[in-house]
């Protein structure tokens, strides 16, 4: 018997299935940054991180920036079997470019290097060198055109970077995001989260851009958001479907066009070896938030950055800074994906 609770009654929220002719693209519809679609805003206090938020509402697709102007050490975690990525620098980053368009989207992240670049006066010694990292979801099967983030785009993110809050829901690189891909017809939107959190005076903060084949799960293991059947008006757990399609000798359905990027940074002060499995921890963890996860269908690639502020120090026996962290930062990481589809509680008003 599946003792998993019902998904609460929520409104769905379908993409709609995709035609694949041709599609207008920039050049035809000449689009222009303006506002996105956030259901609220999470608010942090983590000195020297700014957040960026770019979209094109012509797509809608954007970008996401996560600004780190001293720079921070960096990990990556890298998992699935579709990631998009492009790294020159896999141990150190000045920021973490997120955005849509698939392959065509990585131009953004030369946007953010453009902007960077002039704003150390175009000076060029490697001291001056700014190291950006990017990642892209495909967003394309949840709208009609083939607009995509440029380095115009990429630049306008990281003029709009600031301190403080980051815009959730429909925003930057999740605008197009969606979730639970077993079939088109029960796909829905998702989005962009973000979560912090604060422990003395360690802190931690999360962005996200959830773009899964799989479902996500709140912490009473119920979807909210991804694989809605209209005929019966619930939201299912992929393994149903699997299942009922092995018991009848049929071929089991998994939709293309998946990936979750995640940014967690710390300020802990992580040797490279915690630093590793301190991403890998926190990656690992997402599992339960979104089902499944990591499948071959999905490019999920996570960010690990640390400023090296608060030296937590380690005896012979001290529980490994990497897991004391971690364990913070995965809590954190299922907050952000439940805000990326889910009204902030702080500003529900918004939701759309």
């Known amino acids: 018997m599946n003792t998993r609770p019902e998904p609460p009654a929520e409104a769905p929220r379908l993409t709609g299935v995709p035609s694949w002719g041709d599609r207008p693209g920039n050049a035809d519809l000449s689009p222009s940054p303006g506002p996105g ?4 805003r999470v608010d942090y206090d983590f000195p020297g991180v700014e957040v960026g938020v770019a979209t094109y509402p012509e797509g809608p697709t954007g970008t996401t ?3 780190v ?4 050490r960096m990990a990556i975690d890298a998992r699935g079997g579709a ?3 492009s790294s020159g620098f896999e141990y150190l980053a000045h920021a973490v470019c997120l955005t849509g368009g698939s392959v065509y989207g990585l131009g953004a992240g030369s946007g953010v290097a453009a902007e960077l670049l002039a704003r150390a006066g175009n000076r060029t010694g490697v001291e001056y060198l700014r190291l950006v990292s990017t990642a892209v979801i ?3 099967s949840a709208r009609d055109n083939c607009v995509v983030p440029d380095a115009r785009l990429g630049r306008e993110a990281v003029r709009a970077a600031s301190h403080g809050s980051v815009p959730v829901g429909r925003v930057g690189a999740g605008s197009s995001a969606s979730a639970g891909k077993v079939d088109w017809s029960r796909c829905e939107f998702a989005g962009q989260g973000a979560a912090f959190r604060r422990a003395g005076d360690i802190r931690v903060l999360v962005v996200t851009v959830v773009n899964p084949l799989g479902v996500v799960v709140d912490r009473d293991g119920a979807v909210v958001r991804g694989n809605y059947d209209p005929a019966t008006g619930t939201r299912r757990h992929l393994d149903r479907d699997y299942a009922a399609a092995l018991d009848a000798a049929a071929v089991p359905r998994a939709e293309h066009g998946n990936t979750t990027l995640t940014v967690v940074v710390t300020n802990a002060a992580l040797d490279d070896r915690e630093l590793d499995h301190f991403a890998r921890q926190v990656h690992g963890s997402m599992h339960r938030a979104i089902v499944p996860f990591h499948t071959e269908h999905d490019g999920d690639t996570l960010f690990a ?3 090296d502020e ?3 120090g380690r005896g012979a026996d001290d529980v490994p800074r990497s897991v004391a962290v971690g364990s913070i930062a995965a809590e954190a990481a299922w907050d952000a994906v439940l805000s990326s589809v889910l009204p902030h509680r702080t500003d529900e008003s918004q939701e759309q």
């Open 138 to 140: 495909y967003d394309f």
């Open 65 to 67: 920036v996560v600004h």
């Open 305 to 307: 950055l640390t400023t």
């Open 37 to 40: 679609r956030p259901h609220g």
């Open 83 to 85: 990631i998009g990525l």
């Open 69 to 72: 102007p001293a720079g921070a």
């Open 310 to 312: 608060i030296d937590l």
